[in-house]
């Protein structure tokens, strides 16, 4: 069965300073994975999916396959970047999301 | 275009009773799904609709069913509450499309059970 963990509930960073939210996924099959945010009093939205190779907000992730992870970085964090991040894994008939714990990152100033 | 819209926003019940929480798709949608997100956790897929079947079913029980609708509107029902029932319940939208079905969540509704 598929599964994602996410190790960190919490990370705290300075403004500026290098940000990585770590995600280690278990699958048998050719992985598609994404990263969700959830800002404050706001619902649940795609950030980036790893098969768009893109960067949204300065965000990338790239896929290890052979580490098993889709690590989410970005150089410069700033303080709009303090949210809930949830790394996800679609699989399934349904396609459905398989869904990590959430890592809760805070900006500070 | 219109998002995914929930109602109520909030319900508590007791333990034993039955309760409908309903989900609006975003305007063009096809596709229903529904997850259970437990305070301090991810979100865990409970099941999907496509066309007005059940498309996909996570590890539920029974008790947990659902509905889609022509206009592809749906509803969670939830029969015999239970106290570990008490979560926010989230609905997704997306358009069964190979590559481009991102799923769209709504805001949610917190069920609590007492």
């Known amino acids: 069965a598929q599964r994602v963990t996410q190790p960190e509930k919490l990370l705290s960073v300075f403004k500026g300073a290098p940000v990585e939210l770590k995600c280690n996924y278990s699958?048998?099959?050719?992985?598609?994975l994404f990263w969700y945010v959830q800002y404050s009093r706001q619902r649940l939205q795609l950030l980036l999916r790893h098969i768009s190779r893109e960067s949204i907000k300065g965000f990338t992730a790239d896929l290890n396959k052979g580490e098993t992870s889709f690590h989410l970085k970005k150089p410069f964090a700033q303080e709009e970047d303090s949210a809930m991040y949830y790394c996800a894994l679609r699989s399934g008939s349904a396609r459905q999301l398989t869904f990590g714990s959430g890592t809760q990152l805070t900006v500070l100033p | 275009e219109t998002g995914v819209t929930q109602s109520p926003t909030h319900l508590i019940k007791t333990r034993g009773q039955q309760v409908t929480l309903r989900c609006s798709s975003q305007?063009?949608?096809?596709?229903v799904s529904w997850y259970q997100q437990a305070l301090g956790q991810g979100p865990q897929f409970i099941f999907q609709y496509y066309r007005e079947e059940e498309n996909g079913r996570g590890n539920f029980p029974p008790r947990f069913s659902g509905l889609q609708f022509p206009n592809y509107s749906s509803e969670l029902n939830v029969n015999a509450l239970e106290l570990d029932d008490s979560a926010l319940y989230l609905c997704?939208?997306?358009?069964?499309?190979?590559?481009?079905?991102?799923?769209?969540f709504g805001p949610g509704t917190r069920l609590t059970v007492l």
């Open positions: 305007s063009g949608h096809n596709t």
């Open positions: 997704a939208s997306s358009l069964a499309r190979e590559g481009t079905d991102t799923q769209y």
């Open positions: 699958y048998s099959g050719s992985p598609e």
